[in-house]
């Protein structure tokens, strides 16, 4: 019996964060309250609060809920299948944007971080956390690059630190229009070709 009632709390868990998605996405963090959530997710304020201290925690919880997939794209970074690091770069960016497309729930927890979340009052602490992941993938885009020019892959003149921040701003950047292109397919389907270039221009002759 106590089995269940543990999976059943958890089970409760997980319809709040999927009601918090849904309503983050559909009206912003700051505009949501957490009333809202709980009549979505068909479940008491009271409920809410047995399972996250307040409204930041509850993000929080969204957003951990991707990071296995994140965990996923940048395991290619260091993945002993590309014996050519700049086709692990190259590969753990294009499955960045695969993802996107692929994942719905990864999709709206991305939109909501960088579209429908004002990082201020309660959320300013928030932003630093937020950030982590980029400066994860930053430092293993240093590593990578440097082991290629180790091994000759890298074009030659190329710094490996700058051509890492360079990857990175590069790929925000990207990632930045595929949002704002919103349903249209043409600026989607080129970010494969367009990823190809940026790292064929790193790529030593």
């Not at 994942?103 to 909501?112: D, G």
């Not at 201020?120 to 293993?140: H, M, R, T, W």
Request: net charge negative.
């Amino acid at each position: 019996m106590a089995r269940k009632t543990k999976a059943e709390a958890e089970q409760t868990r997980q319809v709040i964060i999927d009601a918090a998605r849904c309503v983050f996405h559909e009206c912003g963090v700051g505009r949501t309250s957490l009333e809202e959530v709980a009549r979505v997710a068909g479940v008491t304020r009271g409920a809410i609060y047995w399972h996250f201290e307040n409204k930041a925690a509850l993000f929080f919880a969204m957003r951990d809920e991707s990071s296995t997939a994140l965990a996923q794209v940048d395991a290619y970074l260091t993945s002993p299948d590309f014996p050519n690091p700049l086709d692990a770069i190259e590969r753990s960016i294009l499955a960045f944007f695969e993802m996107l497309e692929n994942n719905p729930s990864v999709r709206q927890t991305f939109e909501i971080m960088s579209l429908r979340c004002e990082y201020v009052d309660e959320f300013a602490p928030v932003l630093q956390e937020v950030n982590k992941p980029c400066l994860g993938f930053l430092a293993k885009l240093n590593t990578a690059y440097a082991r290629a020019a180790e091994k000759g892959f890298l074009r030659l003149g190329l710094d490996p630190e700058a051509v890492a921040y360079d990857t990175l701003s590069f790929t925000t950047g990207l990632f930045n229009n595929w949002l704002a292109s919103g349903d249209l397919d043409d600026p989607r389907v080129r970010v494969p070709a367009i990823v190809r270039t940026h790292m064929s221009l790193r790529r030593r002759s």
